[in-house]
């Protein structure tokens, strides 16, 4: 296949880097996302989570990537966490909208989560979500370097379903998570559309440990591993400490792409704001100054916030665990 370079009078090599450092000379469809701060954001690419939270939570969140570079990727998102009385089940509501170059792309779509007592300390939840993507592709914006590929059309738009699933395996203090974001990965396109944008099955791959070093010291350690078929794997990992349940300051680490710094503060028990900013490590750092991610987090219902200093308080009269929230913090 020729490689095709969206140009729309920017600089050929800034659009050239773009495309072919991210996608390579395609764009992948099924390809989730970026987020630096994965770890406050669970619910977004695994099911399994919304229903492990304590409180009811809402969550906005922006990105901007690669600042200074046209067509650089954009990210809008929109979610619920909606955990039940019974303390089994549980509901998420994920809206993203992300753009990058010519092409947008909404996801929408709904969680459900059903989790087992495995111990007295341990849970394990199963989750399951479903919607469909909104793909358009608006090649009047620009023109391609060999006239009259892919498309003969300036517009493409198009839906397509996805059903994914997820596990999360987690405790007071710890949790391991599985996803996949997308089964529904043949025949979506037509030969068309497909010439520009190919599905791909994506897995991902979460963990994290809070350390308890004091009552007002936690040290939050996290990783979140993307492997996209056909693409190499996407490696984060990132610290973060918590400092008297209401300041967080850390860094991330994605691997041969970007260091990160984060922070973030609990304005009061039901709302909290964190921030990030990207600095690549790769050939794009020469042509950018950075990405900049911001969350806004809402808890709703008593507490919500800080978790790990309520792990004492979430076990009932006969010794046994309640909800917990410790993973949000990640």
Known sequence: MDCKIY????????????LSITVGTTVYGQKEPQYTQYMYNIGSFNPAYVGTVENAEIAGLYRAQWIDIPGAPRTIRFGTNLPFKNEKMGLGINVVNDQLGPQTQTYADLSYSYQVNLTDETKLSFGLDAGGSFLNIDFSKGTFENPGEPLNEENV??????????????????????????????????????????????FNFIGGYVFNFSD???????????????????????????????????????????????AGFQISSGTFIGYSYDYN????????????EIILKFFLGKGGGSSTDKNNKNKNAKGKPKQIDTPRFF
């Not at 974001?181 to 396109?189: Q, S």
């Not at 300041?247 to 691997?255: K, L």
């Not at 490590?281 to 950075?290: I, K, R, S, V």
């Open 281 to 292: 490590t790769n050939a794009l750092g020469e042509f950018n100054n950075g990405s900049h």
């Open 157 to 202: 738009s198009r839906f397509y379903p996805t059903v994914g699933a997820g596990t999360f395996l987690y405790g007071d203090n710890w949790y391991l998570g599985a996803s996949i974001p997308n089964f529904l990965t043949e025949g979506v396109y037509n030969d068309d559309v497909a010439s520009i944008v190919e599905d791909r099955m994506q």
């Open 216 to 262: 007002g010291l936690k040290f939050k350690p996290a990783f979140l591993i993307n492997s996209l078929q056909g693409a190499p794997l996407n490696i984060n990992v990132s610290a973060n400490f918590l400092i008297s349940n209401v300041f967080t300051a850390g860094v991330s680490y994605r691997v041969e792409n970007a260091f990160s710094g984060l």
């Open 7 to 18: 140009k729309s009078g920017y600089t050929f090599v800034l659009s050239f880097l773009l």
